[in-house]
């Protein structure tokens, strides 16, 4: 009932920064929360950040906490991971995802995902 579809990865050198975007279709962006999970070669998906269908609670992985932020518009239904000082190891292909949960900090609390973006940071 949700489709996700994120874009804005890329190449970037190391120190720099990113915007990913994740556009929904369906239903009602603003009824699901959302969740950033990246997986990277060799290893486990992993949560990055997640935020609530409604209010302003957040939650990052601590290794991304002061350098990522997650946000939505709802009006655009549309969510947002903002990456900034990127480091070698954030490479990994990004997905987003949503659910009917407040907020969720595992991949199986989540019903809709995209196909993922490709993020490469460059030493």
């Known amino acids: 009932q949700v489709q996700l579809v994120e874009s804005g990865g890329g190449l970037v050198q190391a120190g720099g920064s990113l915007r990913l975007s994740c556009a929904a279709s369906?239903?009602?962006?603003?009824?699901?929360?959302m969740g950033w999970f990246r997986q990277a070669p060799g290893k486990e998906r992993e949560l990055v950040a997640a935020?609530?269908?409604?209010?302003?609670?957040?939650y990052y992985a601590d290794s991304v906490k002061g350098r990522f932020t997650i946000s939505r518009d709802n009006a655009k239904n549309t969510g947002y991971l903002q990456m900034n000082s990127l480091k070698p190891e954030d490479t990994a292909v990004y997905y987003c995802?949503?659910?009917?949960?407040?907020?969720?900090?595992?991949?199986?609390?989540?019903?809709?995902w995209g196909q993922g973006t490709q993020v490469t940071v460059s030493s």
């Open positions: 935020i609530r269908w409604i209010g302003s609670n957040t």
């Open positions: 995802a949503a659910g009917r949960i407040w907020i969720g900090l595992t991949q199986y609390q989540y019903d809709y």
């Open positions: 369906g239903r009602t962006f603003s009824s699901y929360a």
